[in-house]
């Protein structure tokens, strides 16, 4: 991905209001910025205002890369860009705009926190699942040591593998 990610960005180079760039969060210094925007694996893309970015979930390889660029990548109603904006987003960004810091930072803590939570409710799941997966394969191999065990599964195993090898010298 990292040769056509290389070519997106030579694409779009001269385009003033496209920016096709990367940030290596393996790096201490580049770690505010990863945490920032909840980069958790990588690789990981991003797009849009870079003030509130976008997960992109689409292909990953040039051609789907280039066509979600053409077709996305451009200035759109924002704070930034109040004048490509109409009707009910203008309005709701117009309301925004009155609201203090304060509250603004309240709306956004409320839903900071409703993530983290289902973040936590979703890693107590997938490690319930763990414990669960872990379990089972505890039964699994019980069973099969039992079912081994039981039917004196070596010894048979031995003498089929005696007789095999005296056919072979009859011949």
């Keep these: 991905m990292a040769s056509d990610w290389e070519q997106l960005a030579s694409d779009f180079e001269p385009t003033p209001d496209v920016l096709i760039a990367e940030v290596d969060c393996a790096e201490d210094s580049n770690q505010g910025i990863c945490a920032e925007h909840g980069i958790q694996g990588f690789p ?9 970015l976008d997960d992109y979930d689409g292909g990953r390889e040039y051609d789907a890369l280039k066509t979600f660029a053409s077709e996305n990548l451009k200035p759109t109603c924002s704070p930034f860009n109040l004048e490509l904006c109409a009707g009910e ?34 890693e107590k799941a997938v490690e319930a699942l763990q414990e ?24 048979i195993k031995a003498v089929l593998s005696f007789k095999k090898s005296q056919v072979k010298e009859e011949l």
């Design 89 to 122: 987003e203008k309005t709701r960004i117009e309301a925004l705009f009155k609201m203090s810091e304060a509250d603004l930072q309240a709306q956004t803590d409320a839903v900071d926190a409703l993530v983290q939570a289902a973040e936590e409710e979703f």
């Design 132 to 155: 669960h997966y872990m379990k089972m394969m505890e039964e699994n191999d019980k069973k099969k040591d039992d079912a081994k065990k039981n039917s004196n599964y070596k010894v």
């Design 44 to 52: 990981t893309l991003k797009y849009g205002n870079p003030s509130a």
